[in-house]
């Protein structure tokens, strides 16, 4: 799911890989959360733990052609999102009570796929739109996936700000390189965003309008 620059340092490269398996390893968490949740069995959670940690960066890798897609070629992705399914499972009720933590953390992982996702796009000459889109489609896709799967409209669409903060935070990747600006300051930059936004959305309890059927006729 990472993407190395040419010219970027070890160290870079190094933090970023970090980063990216521990948003793995969070929105993993999330996925098994959901499946106790919904009494699925272990097999059960551990599908929906996989799914919410990789399923955004599978599609993106996917629709640019870059297959095998890394949560699938790489171990460590699979790795990772099993282990804190495994966690999950048999220790539940301690996860559950860091959830306000796992919020956080999740904001930052959100803004780390989203410029990760977008940068990889650009490197594989897609144009601006596009690149933004996808960069938006990495950090919210595992959570669709996941809600799908247990029968729940994605939870993108009917709660705080989302989306839309992973889709800034990707396009200020994408401005950046229409700039000619430095990859890692500009990747900070919008997943600092990214996370500011989402985390202000949570403890501020921003929504969107929701839409309002009319009553329907009494037959």
């Not at 929105?27 to 929906?48: E, P, T, Y």
Request: charged share 10%.
């Amino acid at each position: 799911m990472v993407l190395i620059h040419p010219g970027e340092t070890v160290i870079m490269s190094v933090l970023f890989q970090a980063f990216d398996l521990g948003g793995t390893f969070v929105f993993a968490i999330s996925g098994a959360l959901a499946g106790v949740r919904h009494k699925l069995d272990l097999f059960g959670v551990l599908v929906l733990s996989f799914a919410a940690a990789t399923f955004g960066g599978i599609t993106r890798d996917v629709l640019i052609g870059a297959v095998p897609p890394a949560s699938i070629s790489d171990w460590r992705y699979l790795a990772v999102s099993l282990l804190a399914g495994t966690i999950t499972f048999f220790f539940y009720s301690k996860v559950n009570r860091f959830r306000n933590a796992l919020l956080i953390y999740d904001a930052a992982g959100l803004g780390l796929f989203a410029v990760t996702g977008a940068a990889k796009a650009l490197a594989y000459q897609l144009g601006p739109v596009p690149a933004a889109l996808l960069g938006m489609l990495t950090g919210i896709g595992g959570g669709v996936v996941r809600d799908a799967l247990v029968s729940e409209v994605p939870a993108v669409f009917r709660t705080e700000v989302y989306a839309v903060a992973a889709l800034i935070g990707a396009c200020i990747v994408v401005l950046g390189s229409q700039a000619g600006l430095p990859p890692a300051p500009v990747a900070a930059a919008g997943a600092f965003l990214c996370f500011t936004i989402r985390l202000l959305a949570i403890r501020r309890d921003w929504h969107f309008p929701v839409a309002k059927a009319p009553d329907e006729p009494q037959g």
